[in-house]
């Protein structure tokens, strides 16, 4: 069964600083990977997604993310923290035999300081 | 173009009684999945419906839970005699093909408060 790790379920920056939030997935297949957001009481967002095609994509609000297969790695960053990055991340993987579930990480929560 | 719906936002319920969530899809889109957010802790897939079929019921509650998307109206996720434990957040997403490449589309969810 294929699991998705997301290493620090809290992760406190300041107002400027880069965000990099760590998502690392198991899987024997190269799989779809998927960074949503989630703001207080609010259904998820997507962030952006890797369905196999350039490795280094690029999402709304400045994210991106890299996908390393040598790592079975998508980490999430961004340049500068904004105030308003505050928020849950949840990474996401599907499988092209898998099924068409989202499996998700157990979610980072960003705390952006002034 | 309205994003998918959720209904009610908020729900209480007492031990023993029957919860009712309701999803309406993005306009266009024929594929409903159900997810399960326990506090604390991330999504948990539950069940996948297109247009009066279930896909995939793999994450499903063997037990008092049930789901339907019928030809017409919204999809269902019906939680019966409820307990406790089933006090969480419920999404529901869509997507409009079934095709794995697709994103899915959530909703602003219902929170199922048991007491």
């Known amino acids: 069964a294929q ?3 997301q290493l620090g379920s809290h992760v406190s920056v300041s107002e400027g600083a880069l ?3 760590r998502c690392n997935y198991s899987s024997s297949v190269p799989p779809y990977l998927f960074w949503y957001v989630q703001y207080p009481n609010q259904g998820l967002q997507l962030l952006l997604k890797y369905t196999s095609a350039a490795t280094l994509v690029k999402g709304i609000n400045g994210f991106e993310a890299e996908f ?3 790592e079975t790695s998508f980490h999430l960053t961004k340049p500068s923290a904004h105030m308003s990055d505050a928020a849950e991340y ?6 092209e035999w898998g099924g068409n579930m989202l499996t998700f990480g157990g979610g980072t929560r960003l705390m952006v300081k002034p | 173009n309205a994003g998918v719906m959720q209904n009610p936002r908020h729900l209480v319920r007492r031990r023993g009684q029957e919860a009712r969530l309701r999803c309406s899809p ?3 889109h024929s594929h409903v999945y159900w997810y399960r957010q326990l506090p604390e802790e991330g999504l948990k897939f539950m069940v ?3 247009k009066e079929n279930i896909i995939d019921e793999s994450g499903m509650p063997k037990e008092r839970f049930s789901a339907e998307f019928p030809k017409e109206g919204p999809s269902i996720l019906r939680i019966q005699q409820v307990v406790r434990g ?8 869509s997507s409009p093909y079934g095709q794995v490449k697709e994103t899915q589309y959530f909703g602003p969810g219902t929170r199922l408060l048991v007491l």
């Open chain 1, 3 to 5: 699991s998705v790790t």
């Open chain 1, 19 to 21: 965000v990099l939030l």
């Open chain 1, 68 to 70: 390393k297969k040598s």
């Open chain 1, 90 to 95: 949840f990474c996401a993987v599907k499988r």
């Open chain 2, 26 to 28: 993005m306009k266009g």
């Open chain 2, 48 to 50: 996948y419906l297109q």
């Open chain 2, 86 to 93: 089933d006090s969480a957040a419920y999404f529901c997403a």
